[in-house]
């Protein structure tokens, strides 16, 4: 049966060979539109179907929640399954199994965002640090700690770009010694203390090694060294390492991703095997050769050759504009062009007054779950917002409660809060294509959809 359901998938030969792929370390270049997260459901499906392979030892590692939920989910949808047991989680989620179960950590012991602000915030105050803007100061200088960590530097090797090198090894030892106090962790030291783990303890790797006999792990330019180390080790000897991702589309390495890590991939792993999935379904042809003449012009990068499978279309237009600001502007002035060209009035409406079920099935019948854009305007709490995003099947549900929640029977739509629910729904569910526009001004809304 499982043989079926992959022939009929109509596959092109890279997806093919990725998913039949059993043993032995495999590198994946997956472009946008290329099919990768349908390739990885794919293989998780043929290993456990066609080859045997017992559902709990494969690893699925990604770098969003959301991402390993719809991963999870997908798979769920294509096995037919009501559950599985295939561990589908982040790094930071799986390494923090690792260590609740070797040292009995708790998840209260993870520290809040909030309270290392405030820490640093003090810190700083008693050093007589003047910041011209405290919130992107400090953010800066979190990421500099986190970056030191996760690359397991030397400290004193380490040279801040924020403050002068021995002020900011001050406020790192700082911080260390105070998190030990309390007896807290960071998702950094999560990864440091499985490294240490699994290196001091041979029995415990071993386990996890029995345990995890295939890794399956998606973006993979993004990741950073601890965690590539601590995989190699968890991998080894079996190396049944299956990595997806594309160099081209590495943006992290602020916050400690190393693309390079991929482009070398190979050297660690001689015996690996390369797939390409060279076709984009997702843009037509003028965008593909556009971006390709332009990556191409990276020098430390895998060469790639893309064909796009749909045709030529509308010719690739480039603008500059002189602030962000003009720039979001001008993009919810081309959905509104493009609304009002494909004459799709509803529910571009004011939803004040109008009946709360009404509205719901209004939303559920004009946003289709694929490719839909949904744009919103309204002002809430003192902010005015308009902005637009995309969201697949699996988040429909989500954007659903979200506008069921922003309506208010007895008399329009303002809220406590939209702002804060919109923001946690985009980052946590759908694709987010940005805020287009925040200014001062109460939430009056209307919701707009575009095909």
Not at 40 to 58: A, F
Not at 102 to 109: L, T
Not at 123 to 128: E, G, M, R, S, Y
């Given at each position: 049966?499982?043989?079926?359901?992959?022939?009929?998938?109509?596959?092109?030969?890279?997806?093919?060979?990725?998913?039949f792929?059993?043993?032995?370390?495999?590198?994946?270049?997956?472009?946008?539109?290329?099919?990768?997260?349908?390739?990885?459901?794919?293989?998780?499906?043929?290993?456990?179907?066609d080859?045997?392979?017992?559902?709990?030892?494969?690893?699925?590692?990604?770098?969003?929640?959301?991402?390993?939920?719809?991963?999870?989910?997908?798979?769920?949808?294509?096995?037919?399954?009501?559950?599985?047991?295939?561990?589908?989680?982040?790094?930071?989620?799986?390494?923090?199994k690792?260590l609740?179960?070797?040292?009995?950590?708790?998840?209260?012991?993870?520290?809040?965002?909030d309270?290392r602000?405030?820490f640093?915030?003090?810190?700083l105050?008693?050093?007589?640090?003047?910041?011209?803007?405290?919130?992107?100061?400090?953010?800066g200088?979190?990421?500099?700690?986190?970056?030191?960590?996760?690359?397991?530097?030397?400290?004193?090797?380490?040279?801040?770009?924020?403050?002068?090198?021995?002020?900011?090894?001050?406020?790192?030892?700082?911080?260390?010694?105070?998190m030990?106090?309390?007896?807290?962790?960071?998702?950094?030291?999560?990864?440091?203390?499985?490294?240490?783990?699994?290196?001091?303890?041979?029995?415990?790797?071993?386990?996890?090694?029995?345990?995890?006999?295939?890794?399956?792990i998606?973006?993979?330019?993004d990741?950073?060294r601890?965690?590539?180390?601590?995989?190699?080790?968890l991998?080894?000897?079996?190396?049944?390492?299956f990595?997806v991702?594309?160099?081209d589309?590495?943006i992290?390495?602020?916050?400690?991703?190393?693309?390079?890590?991929?482009?070398?991939?190979?050297?660690?792993?001689?015996?690996?095997?390369k797939?390409?999935?060279?076709?984009?379904?997702?843009?037509?042809?003028?965008?593909?050769?556009?971006?390709?003449?332009?990556?191409?012009?990276?020098?430390?990068?895998?060469?790639?050759?893309?064909?796009?499978?749909r045709?030529?279309k509308?010719?690739?237009?480039?603008?500059?504009?002189?602030?962000?600001?003009?720039?979001?502007?001008?993009?919810?002035?081309?959905?509104?062009?493009?609304?009002?060209?494909?004459?799709?009035?509803?529910?571009v409406?004011?939803?004040?007054?109008?009946?709360?079920?009404?509205f719901?099935?209004?939303?559920?019948?004009?946003?289709?779950?694929?490719?839909?854009?949904?744009?919103?305007?309204?002002?809430?709490?003192?902010v005015?917002?308009?902005?637009?995003?995309q969201?697949?099947?699996?988040?429909?549900?989500?954007?659903?409660?979200?506008?069921?929640?922003?309506?208010?029977?007895?008399?329009?739509?303002?809220?406590?809060?939209?702002?804060?629910?919109?923001?946690?729904?985009?980052?946590?569910?759908?694709?987010?294509?940005?805020?287009?526009?925040?200014?001062?001004?109460?939430?009056?809304?209307?919701?707009?959809?575009?095909?």
């Amino acid at each position: 049966m499982s043989m079926n359901v992959i022939k009929n998938t109509n596959m092109t030969p890279p997806q093919t060979e990725a998913v039949f792929h059993k043993d032995g370390p495999m590198m994946v270049l997956a472009g946008p539109g290329s099919g990768k997260t349908f390739v990885l459901t794919q293989r998780i499906h043929k290993l456990i179907s066609d080859y045997k392979v017992d559902p709990g030892n494969i690893l699925v590692v990604t770098f969003t929640r959301a991402a390993a939920l719809e991963m999870k989910a997908r798979y769920l949808k294509l096995s037919k399954e009501a559950s599985t047991t295939v561990s589908f989680g982040t790094f930071h989620s799986v390494f923090f199994k690792i260590l609740k179960l070797a040292y009995g950590y708790r998840a209260e012991q993870i520290v809040r965002d909030d309270a290392r602000y405030g820490f640093l915030k003090e810190l700083l105050k008693a050093k007589q640090v003047v910041m011209e803007d405290e919130k992107e100061f400090i953010g800066g200088l979190l990421s500099e700690i986190s970056l030191v960590k996760s690359e397991m530097m030397n400290l004193e090797h380490y040279y801040s770009t924020s403050l002068d090198a021995e002020l900011f090894r001050s406020i790192y030892r700082a911080y260390v010694a105070w998190m030990n106090e309390n007896h807290l962790i960071d998702f950094d030291d999560m990864q440091s203390l499985c490294f240490e783990l699994f290196k001091e303890r041979k029995d415990i790797l071993g386990a996890w090694r029995k345990r995890y006999q295939y890794i399956l792990i998606d973006e993979f330019q993004d990741i950073c060294r601890v965690q590539y180390e601590v995989v190699r080790m968890l991998a080894a000897p079996l190396n049944n390492l299956f990595i997806v991702g594309d160099d081209d589309q590495s943006i992290y390495h602020f916050r400690g991703a190393r693309p390079e890590i991929m482009l070398g991939f190979e050297k660690d792993y001689p015996n690996c095997k390369k797939v390409l999935l060279d076709v984009n379904f997702r843009c037509d042809a003028n965008v593909v050769d556009a971006s390709l003449l332009l990556i191409g012009k990276n020098k430390t990068r895998f060469d790639k050759k893309i064909r796009a499978h749909r045709p030529a279309k509308n010719p690739v237009l480039v603008r500059t504009f002189a602030t962000e600001d003009k720039q979001y502007e001008h993009v919810a002035a081309c959905l509104r062009k493009q609304m009002e060209a494909q004459e799709k009035e509803t529910p571009v409406e004011s939803i004040m007054g109008k009946d709360k079920e009404q509205f719901v099935k209004d939303i559920n019948k004009n946003v289709q779950p694929v490719h839909d854009v949904v744009y919103f305007k309204g002002q809430s709490d003192g902010v005015e917002v308009e902005c637009a995003f995309q969201f697949t099947d699996e988040f429909h549900e989500n954007v659903l409660g979200f506008c069921n929640n922003i309506y208010n029977s007895e008399g329009g739509t303002h809220i406590t809060g939209f702002k804060t629910q919109f923001t946690t729904i985009i980052n946590s569910d759908a694709r987010e294509l940005g805020i287009l526009k925040e200014k001062d001004a109460n939430f009056t809304g209307a919701a707009v959809r575009s095909g």
